[in-house]
């Protein structure tokens, strides 16, 4: 924490993709907040932690000045700062976050005229992401020109200013609208937990800490279900080598049932013809529990 504040600050988009999702996660990982009148500004009251809702591009810088301590922001958008910051001290990728998940891509016209990433040379590329293209351009040895359009990107084709364009895709559905398609995918992007590159303080270090265990232990658990059931002790190893579990499976006595046991399992993806399979090899009393959190 900066040495005026005692209380943890953590920089969240106040309205776009990442928002809600954001907030989801925080309030699972148990933060109960209040929210200012102007709801740019969300109290923590059950932890020393307040959450500011801002625009997404001013996360990076935010965390680069020490205001905040953590952020939830878009890779895309962190690296291009880092990127475009060139030496200057950057935010640290503490973990990915699983959603708001996009590529950034370079997309041409449906007209067939550039069919290879080599055919990029010479043309204009239209994009917000001007460091993360340059930077990918130069890896490639493509000499092309990278033209800056802070929105509707798709449209700098047709309105002549670029040939190309790189921009944000997940469905692909912009795209099509706009008679373009993906020539090459440049980076891979989701929301991550970003932290200030401001040192910090002993007690602040282990706040941080504290909330991003909890903040992984929320999000491991997305997903994830505990599976129970009874069985034929003899039945067991057939059992655990259809358990689509990610970890060894508990196995408990019954009491005066000693050639039973019961199982407990943590399984990534269960279906109903596991739960079939399983009743086959004399599973019974079979429970699937979503898993809200997990702390390791
Ligand atoms: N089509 C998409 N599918 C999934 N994730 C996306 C998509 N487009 C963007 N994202 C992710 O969500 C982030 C926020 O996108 P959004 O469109 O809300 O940003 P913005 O318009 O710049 O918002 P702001 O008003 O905060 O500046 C992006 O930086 C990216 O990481
Ligand atoms: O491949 P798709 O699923 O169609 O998504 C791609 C679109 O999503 C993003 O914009 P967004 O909708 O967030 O609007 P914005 O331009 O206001 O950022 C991105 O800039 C593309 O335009
Ligand atoms: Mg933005």
């Known amino acids: 924490m900066n040495e005026n504040r005692d209380r943890l600050r953590i920089a969240v988009q106040k309205s776009g993709r990442l928002s809600d999702q954001s907030l989801d996660l925080l309030r699972r990982a148990g933060l109960v907040f209040r929210s200012s009148r102007d709801r740019l500004f969300l109290y923590g009251e059950n932890m020393p932690v307040d959450v500011l809702l801002v625009r997404d591009d001013d996360i990076p810088g935010l965390l680069v000045e020490g205001s905040c301590e953590l952020g939830i922001v878009g890779r895309n958008v962190l690296d291009e700062q880092r990127l475009a910051g060139a030496d200057a001290p ?18 041409v016209p449906d007209n067939g005229l550039i069919k290879n ?25 493509i000499d092309a020109e990278v033209v ?37 995918t440049v980076m891979r992007s989701e929301a991550v937990l970003a932290s200030s590159p401001r040192a910090q303080n002993a007690a602040t270090a282990a706040q941080i800490e504290r909330l991003c265990a909890r903040i992984g232990g929320a999000q491991s ?12 002790r003899n039945a067991l190893p057939a059992i655990t080598r259809l358990l689509p579990s990610r970890e060894t499976p508990s196995v408990l006595s019954l009491d005066g049932r000693p050639d039973d046991i019961a199982v407990q399992a943590l399984c990534s993806e269960l279906d109903w013809q596991h739960l079939e399979e399983l009743k086959r090899l ?5 429970m699937v529990l979503n898993v809200e959190r997990m702390l390791a």
């Open 221 to 232: 658990g997305d997903g994830m279900r505990l599976l129970m059931l009874q069985a034929p």
């Open 282 to 286: 004399g599973a019974s009393s079979l």
């Open 117 to 141: 990433v080599t055919d990029l040379a010479g043309l204009r590329i239209a994009t917000s992401y001007p460091a993360l293209l340059a930077e990918w351009l130069r890896k490639q040895s």
């Open 148 to 184: 800056l359009l802070n929105g509707s990107v798709e449209i700098a084709p047709r309105l002549g200013k670029a040939h190309a364009i790189c921009d944000l895709v997940s469905s692909g559905a912009t795209l099509a609208a706009n008679q373009l398609h993906e020539l090459v």
């Open 90 to 107: 950057a935010p640290a990728e503490l973990q990915a976050l699983g959603f708001g998940s996009c590529r950034l891509a370079i997309a």
